[in-house]
């Protein structure tokens, strides 16, 4: 199988304060088999990278609906059962604030380096993380693919 081609540009342009912001637009470019292969064992949606905000309010709002867990007695007084459900719905409010910017942060699928995808960072280190990241995905799913076709029964002799 001849290696997959993996498109990357890279560039830059100023923000609004004249802050420089790190561009890269990548996409995977697959034959007909070898998309039918990524469909067919369903990898599209495996997870190439997360940027370390989508983690952390990932983690927020996991934290704050736990919290949610903590109720009042349905013995205690009317007031603690009001400040009880006040407490609730304001963490509930809190994690799906945190989810909500969970689901704006970078995220990178297969299917998404298929259809090509935009990447805008404020910082250099954040942006080579996640073209390498992309790199070794597109290495990964050379190997699977490979391996995708040996499925037909042949046997296979290793020598050590």
Known sequence: MPGLPLKLRRSQRSGMLGKVIFTLDARLDLTADELHLVRKYRIGGHVVYESANREKYSQAALAHLEKTKDQPRLTAPAEAQ???????????????????????????????????????????????????????????????????????????????
């Open 82 to 160: 009001m400040l009880g459900a006040a407490k609730t719905f304001y963490r509930l409010a809190r994690g799906a604030i945190s989810a909500t910017a969970a689901s704006l942060s970078l995220r990178i699928t297969i299917d998404g380096l298929i259809s090509g995808i935009h990447i805008e960072c404020k910082s250099l280190p954040e942006l080579i993380e996640a073209e390498n990241a992309i790199v070794q995905a597109a290495q990964n799913l050379k190997s699977y693919l490979q391996t995708s076709t040996t499925f037909d029964g042949r046997d296979e002799i290793l020598e050590f």
